[in-house]
T-cell receptor
Framework: AQSVSQHNHHVILSEAASLELGCNYS??????LFWYVQYPGQHLQLLLK??????LVKGIKGFEAEFIKSKFSFNLRKPSVQWSDTAEYFC?????????FGTGTRLQVFP | DAGVIQSPRHEVTEMGQEVTLRCKPI?????LFWYRQTMMRGLELLIY????????DSGMPEDRFSAKMPNASFSTLKIQPSEPRDSAVYFC?????????????FGPGTRLTVL
């Protein structure tokens, strides 16, 4: 069965630090990958997505992710985080008609 | 488009009462999903519909939960009778086509508290 693993459950950073959140997926044919973000008290919204083409995907708010097929990974990065990036981040990949979400990574950024 | 609309935004009820959560998907979206989110269990998919037909309800926790989609613009999730362990945020999401290959748009959620 398709699965998504997020290694970091809780990450704490200071402002301006660099961020990398891990995501690994199990192979399931066509690879479509997503990162969603959930700000405190809000709903999930799309941060970026990879369907094909350039494996380095740029999303909103300075986030990017790199698809590495050989490692089955789709890690999320940001060179310099801000306090406003405090949120929970979910990696997701398709499973039949639905999305399989990872367990999420809670990011806290301190000023 | 107004996005996915959910009502109510907050619901406080007493154990044993019936609770009905409502969702209006984005117009033209063929797929509708109901999720539940708690601190303990994270984000769980309860059920999803394609063209108003339930496709997979394996995530519905027990018979107390039921969901319907009478038409393309409306879905309900009902809990009867409700229990304190049902307290959670319930999200509805919709997507244009095959749910795993297109972005899902989430509603604002309904925060349910069962006393």
């Amino acid at each position: 069965a398709q699965s998504v693993s997020q290694h970091n459950h809780h990450v704490i950073l200071s402002e301006a630090a660099s961020l990398e959140l891990g995501c690994n997926y199990s192979y399931g044919g066509t690879v479509n990958l997503f990162w969603y973000v959930q700000y405190p008290g809000q709903h999930l919204q799309l941060l970026l997505k990879y369907f094909s083409g350039d494996p380095l995907v740029k999303g909103i708010k300075g986030f990017e992710a790199e698809f590495i097929k050989s490692k089955f990974s789709f890690n999320l990065r940001k060179p310099s985080v801000q306090w406003s990036d405090t949120a929970e981040y979910f990696c997701a990949s398709p499973g039949a008609d639905k999305l399989i979400f990872g367990t999420g990574t809670r990011l806290q950024v301190f000023p | 488009d107004a996005g996915v609309i959910q009502s109510p935004r907050h619901e406080v009820t007493e154990m044993g009462q019936e609770v009905t959560l409502r969702c209006k998907p984005i117009s033209g979206h063929d797929y509708l999903f109901w999720y539940r989110q708690t601190m303990m269990r994270g984000l769980e998919l309860l059920i999803y519909f394609n063209n108003n037909v339930p496709i997979d309800d394996s995530g519905m926790p027990e018979d107390r939960f039921s969901a319907k989609m009478p038409n393309a613009s409306f879905s309900t999730l009902k809990i009867q009778p409700s229990e304190p362990r049902d307290s959670a945020v319930y999200f509805c999401a919709s997507s244009l086509t095959a749910g795993g290959y297109n972005e899902q748009f989430f509603g604002p959620g309904t925060r349910l508290t069962v006393l």
